[in-house]
């Protein structure tokens, strides 16, 4: 009976080998590499949900921006952190509604270098206040003293509505200004009456805040 004689099996060659290993590294790689990107991704969704909210923590009424939670004990975890972040003494969202601007009201960022008109209805008996601040959250230095007007300060017209202006320029009337502060930020706060606000009254309230109006730029 003849035999039969089996050759054998030829080793892989260095080449093989090499290639081999390179595409188990490149597969390490772009798995590290979707790992980190998810993370940056991830730290950077939850810091702007702190500073900047979300739809689950803000409400837009035109260009103003409310963290409807703020204050209260139902908070969620983004706008408590919020409050933590910035270090300020929020009034809480049971007691009145606190309304930021960073654009005008046909979305253009706020900046000292262009004139602004705000014009606010009558609010009904509420208090309230209107101050800008530069992007940090600053007061703006000025030679005037004057960073904010409220419904006791206010020069209002005979039907009780409000006209501001905003500039670096001093100007006759209610001027609040804006020097060389770059970008701005206006908060407008309303205070509840004592009896307190209904969900309704609140909502019809955010109906009528104030408009932004940009004139000139420079």
């Not at 080793?11 to 980190?36: D, E, F, H």
């Not at 703020?70 to 408590?80: F, L």
């Not at 919020?82 to 969202?93: E, F, P, Q, V």
């Not at 007061?139 to 007007?149: G, K, P, S």
Request: proline share 5%; with cysteine; charged share 20%.
């Amino acid at each position: 009976m003849a035999s039969i004689e089996l050759e054998p099996a030829s080793a892989p060659s260095k080449l093989s080998v090499l290639r081999a290993i390179i595409a188990i590294l490149l597969r390490a790689i772009g798995v590290i590499a979707t790992l980190m990107l998810a993370i940056a991704v991830g730290l950077w969704s939850s810091r702007y949900m702190v500073a900047r909210g979300s739809p689950l923590s803000i409400e837009r009424h035109g260009p103003w921006e409310q963290w409807t939670d703020i204050g209260r004990e139902s908070a969620d975890p983004y706008t408590k952190a919020n409050m933590i972040s910035t270090g300020k003494l929020r009034i809480s969202a049971d007691s009145a509604g606190v309304f930021e601007a960073r654009t005008d009201s046909q979305g253009a960022r706020l900046h000292s270098s262009c004139n602004y008109i705000v014009r606010g209805a009558n609010m009904q008996g509420l208090w309230w206040s209107l101050a800008v601040f530069d992007s940090r959250g600053k007061l703006i230095a000025n030679d005037a003293d004057r960073y904010e007007f409220t419904a006791d300060t206010i020069a209002l017209n005979p039907s009780g509505a409000f006209l501001v202006s905003l500039g670096r320029d001093a100007r006759p009337g209610n001027w609040l200004p804006t020097s060389g502060a770059g970008r701005l930020v206006l908060v407008f706060t309303v205070l509840d009456p004592a009896t307190g606000l209904s969900s309704e009254e609140r909502a019809e309230r955010n109906k009528h805040l104030p408009v932004i109006t940009r004139e000139s730029c420079s």
